[in-house]
C-alpha cells in the first residue's frame, strides 16, 4: 500500500521558533526557493501556538490536535502532585534535560499521535514522536552523546552540524520508507534566537537549511515516482521575543521565607512552593506541593491571596492566573485589571464566557458571552494576547497544572540562575510575539487559527477517517461527497 503512487502522503516540518514575519522575510527576498514554492500553491498564514509558548509542549498541538494541558504536559517544567510519574526525581519534570525521553509517555495514552493514525510514519527530532513506524532519528543514545557537548558548550555551529547529519539520515530513510506522515523538526532556529536574536541572520541561516532539506525529500520523492503524491506543511511551535532581564523568582520566593523545590535544587525538604519555570518566560507556582490533590483557588487564598498580590506586583510579571475550579479562572493584569474566563460543555459544543470584573486584562472591549472555539479565537486575535481565551482556560483548570500561573512582562524572563547559556530573546508567554507562529501550507485553506487544527487537517489531507475529539478543527474544505 504505502509504494503506490496515488496515497497522499505528508511531511510536516517543524521550524522550531521560527517567527513568522522572519519566514515571510526570507521568502520575499528568494532566499528560500522551495518553502515559497509551497507558498504559491498554498499560502503562508500565522496562527496562535498553545500557551506555554515553549518546545515540548507546543509540539502536542500539531502532533495530536489537543491543547498540551488537555493530555497532560502544561509545561516545560512541570510538578506531579500525584505521584504518579515513574522515574522522576522529586516528581518534577523538566523537558529541558533528560526527561526529555519522558514524553511521550507523559502526555495521555488514550490520545493518539499524527504517527499513530497515519502509517507508516518517520520521525526526526520532534520531541514528542509516539507510534513512528520507521523510527525516531536524532532521538537515540548515540544522537544524545553525539549532541550532548555542543547543547552544553552552546556551541550552535557544533549543534547545527549534528543536527544536519540527523536530517541526511532522515532524508534517506524517508525516500526509502515513503510514509505517508513524517515529521522533521529542526531545532536550530530556536537556538540561534536564544542567542543571537528571532530575528537575526544566524535564524536566517537555519531557514535555509530547512528549505535545502524540503528541496531534497521532494527531489527524492520525484525521483522515486511518487512527488506527485507529497505534500509539504511547515508550522513554528513558539515564537521569540526579545529579552534583557531575568527576574530570579526562586530567589525572590526563598527571600520570602519559603523554602522553595525548584530545578536544579530538587532536594528541597517540606517544600512550600514548587516553582516550575518554562520558556523562560512563564512559571507555575505549585503551592503546599506535598498536597497529592489540587485544591482550587477559594481553598488557597487565605494562606495565598497576599503571595499573589506581591508576585503581580513583580516589574517582570504581567498576568497572573488562579483557577477557581474546573471551569472557571480568575486573570489578572499587572495594573489591577481582573477578569473571569469560565468554560461551558464539552467537545464541539463548548462555550467561552469573558466576564470582567475590573476593567479589561485582555482588551476585549468589555464581556463575551457563549463564544465558541471560533469565535473565542477571533475575539483575540488582534490583540496583545493571541487566543488568551481558550489558553488561559485550558491550561490553569488542568489537574496538573500550578496552582498560581504567572506570564512575564515584555523584556522579561523568570530564570536568572542555573542558566547554561546566556540569551537574548525568549518566549513561553502569552505575549503576541510569543504566541504567533507561521503556517506555511502547499495547498489552499480557509482561515487556519491555532496549531491544533493541524492535525485534523492532516487527517482530511491524507482522507483518513476518525471521530477523535480534537481541540482544533480542519482548516481544509470538506471534500465533496
Ligand atoms: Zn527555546
Redesign the pocket.
Known sequence: MSHDTTTPRLLLVVAD?VRPDVLHEEIAAGRTPALAALATRGGLHEVTASFPS??GPAYVPFVMGRHPASVGLPGLRWFDRSRRLRWSTSQARSYAGIDIWHVDRDVAHDAPTLLELVRPSLSAMSMLARGATHGRIGRGIGWMLRAAPAHFRGDLAGWRRVEQAATAQFLRRFARVRPRLSLLAITSP?KFA?KLGGRSDAVRTALGDIDAAVAEARRAAHAGGWGDTLHVWLVGDHGHAPVSRHDDLHGWLEREGLRVLAHPQLGTRRADVALMVGGNAMAHLYLAPEERVRRWWPALAPRWESLAQRLLARESIDLLMVAHDGHTVELRRADGAQAHIIRHGEGAATRWDYVPQSGDPLGLGGAHAGLDAAAAWAVCAQTAYPDALVQVSLLASSTRSGDIIVSAAPAWDLRARFEPVEHVST?GALLREQMLVPLLLDVPARAPQRTTDVVPSALALLDVAHELPFDGQSFLAPRPG
Do not use: I
Open positions: 521558533g515553549v518546545t530556536d536564544h518566549h
